[in-house]
Every structure is written in structure tokens, then in C-alpha cells.
Nanobody, 117 residues
Framework: VQLVESGGGLVQPGGSLRLSCAAS????????VKWNRQAPGKERELVAS????????NYADSVKGRFTISRDNFKNTVYLQMNNLKPEDTAVYSC???????????WGKGTLVTVSS
């Protein structure tokens, strides 16, 4: 089982990045997926989520209108499109796939996003 994030890097304020999280080793379409982030010295926070059934999405207030989560169940991949990035978006972004039953909870190692001029 693997979740592998990519797409992080250094970007100027106001710029955009698209993160990807490729899943393998489990039935991705059956899992709710989430993007989380953890900034230096801060606790991990949920950024965006997408349900397995219906693909319903939810966002943290701090990213609403700027970030978009999407999933491709054929490619076993979840994306996070991040627009109008701000310095406070600097963090390690990691993806999470969770199934209620049987209970399964998988995490990627994360990708670093740095927003700075």
C-alpha cells in the first residue's frame, strides 16, 4: 500500500501549484480522501476532503475559493489545485485515504510547499 505525493515546491505569493497523490495497493475508489497540511511549529490541519460516494467535497475556511480537491478513480489519484497562494499556506501537504469498514487508514509522506517572494 502506498500514497505518494508530488507537485510541491517554491512559489511566489499569488501563484499556483497542483499537488498529486498517487495511490496503489488498495481499492482507491472505496476510500474517502483528504489533503492535510502541517506548517512548522503548528498542528496538522485538514485542508480539503472528498468522499468515496458522490465525491462530496469540503474545505477549510482558510482555503475556500482558492483550493480545489478532485479525484480520478481510474488513475487512483487525488489532486489539490492551489491558486492565489499565500505565505501562510507554506506547509508539508500530505494525503490520507480512509475506509470505515473494514477500517483502513493510509497516509503519504508529504510534499513541501513554500510560498515566498
Amino acid at each position: 500500500v502506498q500514497l505518494v505525493e508530488s507537485g510541491g515546491g517554491l512559489v511566489q505569493p499569488g501563484g499556483s501549484l497542483r499537488l498529486s497523490c498517487a495511490a496503489s495497493g488498495f481499492t482507491f475508489r472505496n476510500y474517502d480522501v483528504k489533503w492535510n497540511r502541517q506548517a512548522p511549529g503548528k498542528e496538522r490541519e485538514l485542508v480539503a476532503s472528498s468522499t468515496s460516494i458522490g465525491g462530496r467535497t469540503n474545505y477549510a475556511d482558510s482555503v475556500k475559493g482558492r483550493f480545489t480537491i478532485s479525484r480520478d478513480n481510474f488513475k487512483n489519484t487525488v489532486y489539490l489545485q492551489m491558486n492565489n497562494l499565500k505565505p501562510e499556506d507554506t506547509a508539508v501537504y500530505s494525503c490520507n485515504a480512509k475506509q470505515e469498514w473494514p477500517p483502513r487508514d493510509y497516509w503519504g509522506k508529504g510534499t513541501l510547499v513554500t510560498v515566498s517572494s
